[in-house]
């Protein structure tokens, strides 16, 4: 969104191709992971979660993978189309366990969609 | 629209003063978070309420602050503004038991 500035990396694809978003997290004690999409002028929108038990999962054309070993997390949107411009944050939570903790987010991934 | 509502949307303020964001939680919703959208910092998570007692801190400064009140509805009080105080200020809540935040609009603060 418009608060995030300049040292965003940029993912650029055409409308109807697959994007891939990347992110590595820190915590290797997070219970569950998810993905945020915040389009300009707006507060970050839920897309799809994931529990540190799991290795995929799959929503509505979007599909986020957990490799723990790494400490790697990508979210993967099918047939992209124009409004799915918007900056993309992964993050972690649950750490503290009980619940009760707020979210450590990544930095962001501004997706441009090509017509 | 994720039903939780903040305000005001926008807030213009001089260095030194105080000022008090408000956040209303979704209906149903116990926990309240509140973080900070900055350029240089990103998403921030500062501090979460549930039902009204502090559950976690994040990287809150001293001179921030924030209560929940018995109907739920927070605020978040800023003093000594500092021009790096400007950012965007998010509330958060979620149902108790889920990882789903749902996020208001936002404040946003401009420190001149």
């Known amino acids: 969104g418009e608060s995030v500035g300049l040292h965003l990396p940029t993912l650029s694809v055409q409308e109807g191709d697959n994007s891939i978003i990347n992110c590595a997290y820190s915590n290797s004690a997070s219970d569950y992971f998810i993905w945020y999409k915040q389009e300009s002028g707006k507060g970050p929108q839920f897309i799809i979660d994931i529990r540190s038990n799991m290795d995929k999962r799959q929503g509505q054309r979007v599909t986020v993978l957990l490799n723990k070993t790494v400490k790697h997390l990508s979210l993967q949107i099918a047939a992209t189309q124009p409004g799915d411009s918007a900056v993309y944050f992964c993050a972690e939570g649950g750490s503290s366990g009980g619940g009760a903790d707020g979210l450590t987010f990544g930095k962001g991934t501004h997706l441009i969609i090509q017509p | 629209d994720s039903g939780v509502t903040q305000t005001p949307k926008h807030l213009i303020t001089a260095t030194g003063q105080r000022v008090t964001l408000r956040c209303s939680p979704r209906s149903g919703d116990l926990s309240v978070y509140w973080y900070q959208q900055s350029l240089d910092q990103g998403l921030q998570f500062l501090i979460q309420?549930?039902?009204?007692?502090?559950?976690a801190k994040g990287n809150i400064l001293e001179r921030f602050s924030a209560q929940q009140f018995p109907d739920l509805h927070s605020e978040l009080n800023l003093s000594s503004l500092e021009l790096g105080d400007s950012a965007l200020y998010f509330c958060a809540s979620n149902p108790t038991g889920s990882t789903e935040a749902f996020f208001g609009q936002g404040t946003r603060l401009t420190v001149v």
């Open positions: 309420y549930y039902n009204g007692e502090e559950r």
